[in-house]
């Protein structure tokens, strides 16, 4: 007697959610190494104050909690759902915890630059770090808003991507988030590139040093600030996919990146010689 044959399995394609995810993982887990390697680098040559040195430590265990995330998102859709097309339409906790993580990490960095800011003008430019703090509790609003909404979408409904996706006001107000953190990376960084500008020495060594601080800050405004408008431009025309949120996982270590790329020997020379750091 013939065995009956199986009906097909239904083709789907990956390559725009969950292909994109994993992406995003492996290059998340790469800039996670790059973070460890900084952090190690830091706490190894440098005895700086406490102030300092817990914004370094909040950053790498901050950055260890989002790479453990992003690991169990990978792990939750493509092994233990594996073969179960339903299961990849439903939404993971820890794609959720993810959010408050990434915003814990921008409020620390950009809370960074504002005091760097402020010392750097010899504290006397207290409005543009008034503005970045109103702009970032502008943010954290935000980012709970749109989380709220979707813990209750997903407890109190169904916890399934489309309704989320489906729903305006999570959408808006994840948009409103990006888009200020993306307008607090440009103010640092114009704020940060003006004030070491004007510390210039006439010195050859000293301006040389400050420009490449310049040049450093203003890549590091710049990366960061078009990885936020990148999950914007994705998520309004596709809201649907999971292009988007892949770009977000990556935002956080970006943002990690940048503060502790700030600790290198010669733009701490320069640095520690103007007041460029806390104390």
């Keep these: 007697m013939d065995t009956p044959s199986l009906p097909p399995a239904p083709q789907l394609d990956l ?46 265990i901050l950055e260890t909690i989002h790479v453990m995330l992003a690991f169990h998102i990978a792990y939750h859709y493509l092994v233990l759902n594996f073969g179960n097309p339903a299961g990849l339409l439903k939404i993971s906790w820890t794609a959720i915890v993810t959010v408050p993580v990434t915003t ?17 003008s010899h504290k006397r430019d207290w409005w543009t770090p008034t503005i970045i703090c109103m702009l970032k509790i502008a943010q954290i609003g935000g980012a709970l808003e749109a989380l709220s909404t979707g813990l209750t979408i997903r407890i ?8 989320i996706a489906n729903n305006k006001q999570v959408m808006m107000m994840g948009i409103a988030a990006l888009s200020v953190g993306a307008i607090e990376d440009v103010i640092c960084t114009f704020a940060l590139s003006y004030y070491l500008h004007k510390s210039r020495s006439g010195i050859h060594h000293t301006d040389t040093l400050i420009n490449r601080l310049i040049i450093h800050s203003v890549n590091n405004g710049a990366l960061t600030s078009l990885a936020s408008i990148s999950v914007v431009s994705v998520m309004i025309p596709r809201p649907k996919n999971l292009v988007y949120f892949a770009i977000f996982t990556i935002v956080c270590n970006l943002y990690a990146n940048s503060l502790l790329s700030t600790q290198v020997p010669q733009y701490r020379h320069i640095t520690l010689t103007h007041g460029f750091f806390l104390d």
Excluded: K, M
Aim: charged share 15%; with cysteine.
């Design 156 to 163: 109190a409904h169904t916890p399934f991507f489309e309704p």
């Design 15 to 60: 390559r725009d959610t969950f292909g994109a995810l994993l992406i995003a993982v492996v290059i998340s887990s790469c800039l996670y190494g790059v973070t460890c390697l900084q952090a190690w680098y830091y706490f190894r040559n440098y005895s700086d104050r406490l102030l300092l040195r817990g914004v370094v430590l909040a950053i790498l």
């Design 104 to 120: 814990a990490t921008t409020t620390i960095v950009h809370l960074f630059y504002a005091a760097r800011i402020y010392r750097l």
